[in-house]
């Protein structure tokens, strides 16, 4: 089964910018959507960042319009998000997620990535 690999978290000064990354190890098909989403400590569940679906919708949560990019590399099933004007409360694990369908929907997770955001 593929596994979701990210890369890109670390530290960075409070108006840094950062870039994660997601590939998958091995090939996945009848991909969806494509995105990302965190936790920060001691959050009780996972939020929704920014999802790119296959048609090429995008969402982004209220917290990061106009300072974080979504983008997808189809041909290599890359996700990125590109992370600019960071804010402390920005400071999370962040996780990728793809969603497929194989006759129901099927989430696949990476191990997520810290990124941490200092003042």
């Known amino acids: 089964q593929a596994q979701l690999v990210e890369s890109g978290g670390g530290l960075v000064q409070a108006g840094g910018s950062l870039r994660l990354s997601c590939a998958p190890s091995?090939?996945?098909?009848?991909?969806?959507?494509m995105g990302w989403y965190r936790q920060a400590l001691g959050g009780t569940q996972r939020e929704l960042v920014a999802?790119?679906?296959?048609?090429?919708?995008?969402n982004y949560a209220d917290s990061v319009k106009g300072r974080f990019t979504i983008s997808r590399d189809n041909a290599k099933n890359t996700v990125y998000l590109q992370m600019n004007s960071l804010k402390p409360e920005d400071t999370a694990v962040y996780y990728c997620?793809?969603?497929?369908?194989?006759?129901?929907?099927?989430?696949?997770w990476g191990q997520g990535t810290q990124v941490t955001v200092s003042s």
């Open positions: 091995g090939r996945i098909f009848n991909i969806n959507a």
């Open positions: 997620n793809v969603r497929a369908f194989y006759g129901s929907w099927y989430d696949y």
């Open positions: 999802v790119i679906t296959g048609g090429g919708s995008i």
